[in-house]
């Protein structure tokens, strides 16, 4: 059974710093992309940033200069590193694995979801 645990969300001041993690178990995902996405209430799920199997890294506009994606070696856990953080950040962060992925930014090309971890920041 394949299992995406998203940990690291919690309260910060604007300006601060968050390091989301995702770990993922019950098969291999070395083919697999990796992606972070966020919802804020009452918006829709939005892509955040994604990995490719091969490393290749994709950002939402908005984020861009400020998050980082990256994964450990055996591909296990992702991460997103987050900083600058702004209000507008704040919402319910998804990690996402997919193998069949084209699209990175699109959410019905992931096939497995996290639970999600919140991310506040206040202003």
């Known amino acids: 059974q394949v299992q995406l645990v998203e940990s690291g969300g919690g309260l910060v001041q604007a300006g601060g710093s968050l390091r989301l993690s995702c770990a993922a178990s019950g098969r291999t995902f070395r083919s697999y992309a990796m992606g972070w996405f966020r919802q804020a209430p009452g918006k829709e799920r939005e892509f955040v940033a994604a990995i490719s199997w091969s490393g290749f890294t994709y950002y939402v506009d908005s984020v861009k200069g400020r998050f980082t994606i990256s994964q450990t070696n055996t591909k296990n856990t992702v991460y997103l590193q987050m900083n600058s953080l702004k209000p507008e950040d704040t919402a319910v962060y998804y990690c996402?694995?997919?193998?069949?992925?084209?699209?990175?930014?699109?959410?019905?090309?992931?096939?497995?979801w996290g639970q999600g971890t919140q991310v506040t920041v206040s202003s």
């Open positions: 996402a694995a997919g193998d069949k992925n084209k699209d990175y930014s699109d959410p019905l090309e992931y096939g497995y």
